[in-house]
């Protein structure tokens, strides 16, 4: 799937993340703090994941989107899943 390549991963959660908190492109970068720097709260964290979860077709475990505080986190719960359940799919 060519979502899933790792290349192409960062440029679609970003533009998730900067549609859910109406920011331009430019502003999400991978160090950039989901609260602290983008201004979304929880709710809007939630929001994201869910997002990411229908984009991708996986689903991350609330546990570890709660503790999701940069971009960068987000990028790495998505490889993550994709990967666990490509595996599963497999087995």
Request: net charge negative; proline share 3%; aromatic share 4%.
């Amino acid at each position: 799937m060519k979502d899933s390549d790792n290349s192409d991963i960062f440029p679609i959660v970003a533009g998730i993340v900067a549609d859910e908190l109406f920011l331009a492109r430019s502003q999400v970068t991978p160090d950039a703090r989901l609260i602290d720097e983008l201004g979304a709260t929880s709710l809007l964290v939630v929001e994201m994941v869910l997002a990411l979860e229908n984009r991708f077709r996986i689903r991350i475990p609330g546990e570890r989107s709660m503790a999701a505080e940069t971009v960068a986190d987000l990028v790495g719960l998505v490889r993550e899943q994709t990967a666990r359940e490509q595996t599963a799919v497999r087995i």
